[in-house]
């Protein structure tokens, strides 16, 4: 019962913005859109986060349609460091927190 | 800046033995998670713990584990009878239920059981 759809896999060239996509077309209205992403077999690492608003943070902008139904995430300047899998994930917090279910993300590979 | 530290990072099994995986959350942090990875495999969730209790489970998460957090500051995940399957990489996360949106995970440790 997957609730995002991303592509398998993306590239980009170095310095250049990465910009991963993401669909999300059943989402309700208290479920929030998070982005983490995984180097290697490391720990997933957690990217940004938001409700409706677009939102920026040190690592990354997400962009999130009027609708809700899709969102980007915005990597500006692409390093070799930012190859990884990156998961959209929609969920709603309960309580304080909220419990990240990862589907296949996409695999971005940043190139030279 | 805090971290999720995991031990061990690596721990090989004979089937059928029983394995504790040890993680230390960040200090004040309130929601604990198990997850864990399968080579080539998606990141399950198979556990969360709040305020000294089982808070969700997935149906991964079967009598054959276990959570704890005996001290208030080591949480540990116990598989009593490992078997082939569990070989996977376990990884803990914490979160401070400050609505911050952050879990933090650690960087896992590797189980394999021959």
């Known amino acids: 019962d997957a609730k995002t759809t991303q592509p398998p896999s993306m590239d980009c060239a170095e310095g250049r913005a990465a910009n991963l996509p993401c669909n999300h077309s059943t989402i309700s209205g208290n479920e929030y859109v998070y982005w983490y992403r995984q180097i290697h077999s490391q720990g997933p690492q957690y990217i940004i986060h938001g409700l409706k608003n677009n939102e920026t943070n040190e690592m990354a902008s997400l962009i999130i349609t009027e609708d809700r139904k899709s969102s980007t995430l915005i990597l500006p300047h692409a390093t070799?460091?930012?190859?990884?899998?990156?998961?959209?994930?929609?969920?709603?917090?309960?309580?304080?927190?909220?419990?990240p279910t990862f589907g296949r993300g996409t695999s971005l590979i940043v190139h030279p | 800046e805090p971290e999720v530290t995991q031990t061990p990072s690596h721990q090989v099994t004979q089937m059928g033995q029983e394995v504790i995986l040890r993680c230390v959350p960040?200090?004040?942090?309130?929601?604990?998670y198990w997850y864990r990875q399968i080579l080539g495999q998606k990141v399950e969730f198979l556990v969360s713990f709040y305020n000294n209790e089982i808070s969700e489970k997935s149906e991964i998460f079967d009598d054959q584990f276990s959570?704890?957090?005996?001290?208030?500051?080591?949480?540990?995940?116990?598989?009593?009878s490992t078997k082939l399957e569990d070989s996977a990489m376990y990884f803990c996360a914490s979160d401070s239920g400050l609505d911050t949106g952050e879990l933090f995970f650690g960087e896992g440790s590797r189980l394999t059981v021959l």
Do not use: M, Q, W
């Open chain 1, 80 to 99: 070799l460091r930012d190859t990884a899998v990156y998961y959209c994930i929609v969920s709603a917090k309960s309580g304080g927190s909220y419990i």
């Open chain 2, 26 to 32: 960040i200090s004040n942090h309130l929601y604990f």
């Open chain 2, 67 to 80: 959570v704890e957090r005996p001290d208030g500051s080591n949480f540990t995940l116990k598989i009593r």
